[in-house]
């Protein structure tokens, strides 16, 4: 019950803050959302578009896969996986596919005989055992694949998206004058802003941060309120619901107790202002808290600065421990590619599933699988 209320929430705000908007009414929280879960028509195994049990996919990033063509549905996509146990024991890798629907994915479960390459695994003393958390976006004819590891935030470079050379050490590591940083930063979101910016958004302790780069190889922070003397986050958990402001089965605010996983999407308004906006994913417990729920918050602003104004509810809330959410845009259409909780075993393992936007539209039946990733 409580999930549908998130849910039902989010598309009540949604309806009037996530549309299009008119020019700029109504932002900086709108264009983005509502989504709603694939069902059985739409994709092979709804509402999962890459799944499998022992890889256990998570974590999805994603790229246009004919960036010249704003109506293609082909999408390229970077997940973390776990790799079999071996002579060093189980590691977590980042594989590569695609699909030409946006929803039929080389090497899910469902395509049987084909698996996910590898692209990236850990080799650097830095990283530890594992990389995860991929970020990809095309810089100067290259695809930049960002990644989080033991000792903060890697950075590979490749020609194709296929095959990677990694830089020697982190280019967003750990700093300990940055007060609000308790945890090694990590789920890097990186894009190319409308105006030629390359921004970043991580996550540290409970909230997320921003730095900016000339060339998407060194990076600095950036203070979200420069009236205080600490550098501060774009965005921090939410704050509670002041006693008996909530109605009868009202949920409480979904993002009180960490917020994680941007997912950074700028774009330019019709009145041509750049608008930030941020998928990420919120919950309600502390980190640490077992069992705590999550829902994938909105969050935006005007302009290349200064903290982000979250939507009051969730667009996506199916109640799956739902996460690391990945924004897939073509031809007035959205897909949200999700981390989320697969059940139909005992304990459940991860698998990456899509929502869709416009909510009310249904889309074709799926395509084939591609022949290759």
Not at 259 to 284: E, H, K, S, W
Request: contains cysteine.
């Amino acid at each position: 019950m409580r999930a549908s209320r998130l849910w039902l929430l989010g598309l009540s705000c949604c309806a009037t803050l996530g549309g299009s908007g008119l020019g700029d009414v109504g932002l900086p929280t709108s264009g983005v959302g509502p989504f709603r879960e694939l069902v059985a028509s739409e994709v092979h195994d709804a509402p999962y578009v890459l799944d499998n049990e022992a890889p256990n996919y998570r974590e999805p990033a994603v790229l246009p896969g004919n960036p010249g063509d704003a109506s293609s549905a082909e999408v390229v996509l970077y997940a973390v996986a776990a790799e079999p146990a071996g002579a060093t024991g189980s590691r977590d890798v980042i594989v590569r596919t695609h699909a030409d629907d946006a929803r039929s994915f080389y090497g899910t479960s469902l395509d049987t005989g084909h698996t996910p390459p590898v692209v990236l695994t850990a080799s650097a003393a830095w990283e530890g055992a594992s990389v995860g958390s991929p970020s990809a976006v095309q810089i100067g004819g290259q695809i930049f694949l960002y990644y989080a590891a033991k000792g903060g935030i890697g950075l590979a470079r490749s020609p194709d998206g296929v095959t990677f050379a990694k830089e020697p050490a982190p280019v967003l590591a750990p700093d300990a004058t940055v007060a609000w940083e308790t945890t090694t930063p990590s789920a890097p979101s990186v894009a190319v802003y409308p105006d030629g910016q390359i921004r970043m958004l991580y996550a540290a302790g409970d909230s997320i941060g921003e730095a900016a780069s000339d060339d998407g190889l060194t990076w600095h922070r950036l203070d979200a309120d420069p009236t205080t003397p600490a550098i501060d986050p774009v965005l921090t958990p939410g704050p509670p619901a002041a006693p008996g402001t909530l109605e009868d089965g009202e949920p409480p605010p979904f993002d009180t107790g960490q917020v994680g996983d941007p997912c950074l999407a700028p774009r330019t308004t019709a009145d041509g202002r750049i608008q930030v906006r941020v998928l990420y994913t919120g919950f309600i417990g502390t980190p640490g808290t077992t069992g705590r729920a999550s829902a994938i918050g909105f969050a935006a602003r005007y302009g290349d600065s200064g903290p982000l104004v979250r939507q009051s509810g969730p667009v996506f809330a199916p109640g799956h421990h739902e996460a690391a959410p990945a924004l897939f845009e073509w031809s007035g259409n959205s897909m949200l590619y999700v981390q989320l909780d697969e059940t139909s075993t005992t304990p459940p393992y991860s698998a990456i599933a899509a929502g869709f936007a416009p909510a009310q539209d249904t889309l074709a039946g799926p395509g084939a699988y591609p022949g290759g990733p």
